[in-house]
């Protein structure tokens, strides 16, 4: 599975719902400000970020940048697609 992650904030609810369907081997794509939780996210599988972030990462993450067109190749491979944003 795919995941979409836009929350700022590891501690909120709506974090801890993605948590609890993320499986390990599931590839997440931080965009916009799930920029800012990317270092701290406890990852399990494949970790993009998509694009440039709006904000500097509270700590950076050494993760790949995509664009749009390899998000689109991602969704492709991964089949379904979750997305989290605040």
Partial sequence: M????????LDS????????LYQPGDSCVFVDHGHLVAAEFPL???????GQ????????ADLEYIDYDRLVAL???????TSWYS
Avoid: K, N, S, W
């Fill in 75 to 81: 969704t492709a491979e991964y089949g379904p697609v």
């Fill in 53 to 60: 972030p709006p904000l500097p990462p509270a700590r950076r």
């Fill in 44 to 50: 399990q599988g494949p970790g993009y970020l998509l």
């Fill in 13 to 20: 609810q709506q974090a801890r719902t993605c948590l609890a």
């Fill in 2 to 9: 795919l995941h979409l992650i836009a929350f700022d904030d």
